[in-house]
């Protein structure tokens, strides 16, 4: 959370120069050498003492060198990353090229570099220190690395260099590189993220985690298992208001704003409790298209590749698609999804997991520039898809008509 500055030179602390690093998950290079006793120093300008975790790991020189064709960060070498977080929604994680071996070299070797790299996400379950620490402990081991990390491939329209993330508020993420050279490999600097950052907006990281939400979410599970028959159109104007809500916090990140688009959202929903009750032809055809963008959510967010391209056309055939697909059962089957789903996001919240952002990354796609190049995949617990799957079923075939 905060930060600290390593330097080669003790006189080079208070600066940021070339021979320095400034910020939280940070890490130098040194070529060692025979009789030979090398420094490094740290300083913290904070205000107040802070947790640190320091790690010496040592390569041979027969391994690449993370960041040693640096062209763009302050430190002639980088075996560190950036990590920035953009309108609260994407999270860009940059690295600089590994060099070859030094193998008695003075300097690194980047013509024709033939050095690969992979990039992991590693998640974070738990933003205590605690954990934080008992994760970063192990984060320098690439066996570590590439049994608990999912590797995320490069993008064709970005720099291999460079990787953006969905930002989920609250919830942890190491991301951290490998650089591979013939039987050799080393790991860089891991960088960690919240999707947030704490020094600019206070409590907005624990923003689902309040006491107030627990609360939401329990009341929320106590419908969903009653099973009442009011929940579709109570789900569809939660839905609506959680939608809203997004688009503001997407743009001004402030908590007041959400408020207040919740309130609209609420009231949105009553208006079209009232309507559909005194018009309830128009409850059948809602809840089909309802239903039909939900599930072209559960698609964008589990294939998301197929949306690169025309997302607009391929959107709305989906939506279209579902609702005439699912027109004739869209009672049974909107009453055994949204109570499904009122059931599983308690869970998920519990878990600390990631499916109440399948609606929050379509609003996203729309509203903020550029995240379509943004990884979406969440590390989303199948046992809960399969169990919401399973409950859908069941609750569809168990149906029963109130004419009945």
Known sequence: MYNVTLSYRKDHTNTVLNSSVFGSNIGLVIKNGLNKTNHLYLKNDNAKPIEALLAVVPYNNSAPVPGGCNMEFNTKIAPYAKVQIVHNSMIVVDIQPASMPFNGNKEPICEKNPVNHDVYQININGTDSVTYFMVMKSVFSKGYIEKYGRKVPSSNVLSPMRRVFAAYIGYGFVYVAVARYKNFSTAYVPAVSYGCNPQLHDNFCEILFKPVYNVIFAICFIIGYCNFRWIPILFAGTVTSFVIATIFTSIHSEESNTWISISIGIVLTLLWICFSTSEPAIVKPTLSWAQGLF???????????????????????????????????????GQAMYSTTMIILPLDHFFKKHLIYIIINVVRRIAVPGFEKADTTSGLDILLMLLWLVLVVYRTCSYKNPEE
């Not at 698609?299 to 949306?307: E, L, M, R």
Request: glycine letters at 2%; a negative charge; charged letters at 5%.
């Open 295 to 333: 599930l072209a959510c559960l698609v964008y967010h589990f294939i998301p590749g197929i949306f690169q391209i025309l997302f607009w056309l391929i959107f709305v055939s989906l939506i279209i698609i579902f609702y005439y697909a699912l027109y004739d059962v869209s009672c049974s089957l």
